[in-house]
């Protein structure tokens, strides 16, 4: 219903004027809370609902989000008002859902929150960043950049930039009223293919949410949507095979440093203090991109080794000196958990203890066997990886493959991994194996629980052996 809704429908500078009240089912979500925050600094009166709310779950992005002004109401259609605009929805809202029932029974406009937003970026101009993996990181990095040049860019990103983050402030989002934006782009629902941007990035081409070939398709759609150049990752031209002009790869050298990567680029050298190589390729992308707008080398290399990360991509649970350490990761697709593996394995001298939970029924059975040939690659014998049950927020869903089923797949291709059914039971096993020296990694999407039993498990360090 929702993810091909076209701009034509809608009186966009009507709707999002100055004072339109917008609504926003599901406001918590990691795509919802940063459209929010930036209707509202853009001068909407902003309202949302969300499950947890209902739920009585009073996540720190709900207080966040009330402290930036914009009110929370129930779940139940009565925040659908005669003198909404615009209820605004993602791909996981479905038609069933109270707010788009009550708008449509009052005739107020439902849109995706992609549409808004991209209604919102032609205001001026725009950087799109697109990839299958890295796209946070790169458009926390790019924001970031061009901020710390004094462009003033407008940054709405889907994950935390960690310099902006504060107590009353989720961080990511940044509103700085100039005309240039740099936003974040989905695939997975194919709403990237909403903007127009007049310049891009593209991180990575694998498969995830689609079969490659399909994939491939939809990135190359995006490319013939932007008018100017397109900044690549590594081998994305070859993925893509298209040998357009605009498509950019930029040369540079990588060399591991204490604590992170030396990225030798454009006659400088960047001393990244983020663990991981594809952080640094992450960092290659955002360079070029802010290069191409005029910000030199020398501000490029100061910026990034300012840059603190994006919070839950490999986001330090653990106090410094700590016997265990443990690492918060969103990773949630082969790529992501793979590159995740290795960087921890680079950080610490013992073993890794990995924990995931799938973010869905759907993407476990479409990456299962590249999942499985992953972790075979690069879980050792004597780590392990322990699999949570499915995370299921409600709605339809086709429960072909549970993580039981993915735990005898690990098993069989001689990958040691345990199913655990909740997370006291997962606590107990942690506890049980990590020594000193050891690392325990936290993964998966869109289950709120995973960064608080992070921090759980790094108070339970101190119980641990030299905790």
């Known amino acids: 219903m929702t993810g091909n809704i076209s701009t034509t429908t809608f009186r966009w500078p009507e709707l999002l004027r100055k004072g339109a009240r917008v609504h926003i089912a599901g406001v918590a979500g990691v795509g919802m809370n940063p459209l929010a925050q930036a209707l ?8 949302g609902s969300d499950r947890f709310l209902d739920q009585g779950s009073e996540l720190p992005v709900l207080r966040q989000l009330r402290a930036a002004g914009i009110a929370l109401l129930p779940q139940d259609g009565t925040g659908v008002t005669a003198d909404t605009a615009l209820l605004a929805v993602s791909t996981a809202i479905e038609p ?22 991209a209604a919102l970026t032609r205001r001026g101009r725009c950087i799109g960043v697109a990839g299958t993996s890295g796209k946070t990181t790169t458009t926390g990095m790019t924001g970031w950049i061009l901020d710390h ?4 860019p407008n940054v709405v990103n889907g994950g935390v930039i960690l310099n902006w983050a504060g107590p009353d402030t989720i961080g990511n989002v940044r509103i700085s009223g100039g005309d240039l934006w740099v936003v974040e782009t989905d695939e997975s629902d194919r709403s990237l293919l909403n903007f127009s941007p007049e ?20 990135f190359n759609a995006f490319i013939d949507r932007v008018s100017g150049p397109v900044i690549c990752g590594p081998g994305v031209k070859a993925v893509l095979g298209r040998a357009d002009e ?21 006659g400088v ?21 802010a290069r191409a707008y005029g910000v030199d080398a020398a501000g490029v290399k100061a910026a990034l080794e300012a840059f603190r990360g994006i919070d839950r991509r490999l ?11 443990v690492y918060d990761d969103y990773g949630h697709n082969p790529e992501k958990i793979a590159a995740a593996w290795e960087a921890v394995q680079e950080t610490v001298p013992g073993r890794v203890w990995g924990v995931w939970r799938p973010h869905g029924y759907g993407p476990l059975s479409a990456t299962a066997t590249d999942l499985v040939e992953a972790l075979a690659a690069r879980v050792k014998p004597d780590e392990r990886v322990f699999i949570l049950p499915v995370f299921y927020a409600g709605g339809t869903a086709n429960r072909k493959m549970e993580s039981e089923d993915l735990v005898r797949m690990l098993v069989e291709r001689g990958v040691p991994a345990e199913w ?26 869109r289950d709120p629980r995973l960064p608080v039993f992070a921090r759980e498990m790094a108070h339970w360090d101190r119980r641990l052996p030299g905790g």
Do not use: K
């Open 40 to 47: 509202a600094a853009c001068g909407c009166t902003v309202s």
């Open 96 to 117: 069933t859902n109270p707010d788009v029932a009550a708008a449509q029974r009052l005739g107020i406009p439902v849109a995706h929150r992609s549409e808004v937003l």
């Open 149 to 152: 040049a004094g462009l003033r």
């Open 199 to 218: 310049a891009a990035i593209l991180t990575t081409v694998t498969a995830d949410h689609f079969p490659l070939p399909e994939t491939i398709d939809l």
């Open 246 to 266: 605009r498509l950019v790869e930029p040369a540079f050298d990588l060399r591991r440093g204490d604590g992170g990567w030396t990225v030798a680029w454009d």
């Open 269 to 289: 050298e960047i001393n990244l203090p983020l663990p991981g190589r594809h952080n640094a390729i992450d960092a290659v992308c955002a360079a070029a991109l």
């Open 315 to 325: 986001t330090p649970a653990h106090a410094p000196g700590a016997a265990v350490r």
């Open 420 to 445: 655990v059914p909740d997370y006291e039971t997962l606590a107990s096993r942690l506890t049980a194996l990590a020594c000193p020296g050891d690392a325990i990694l936290i993964m998966g999407a």
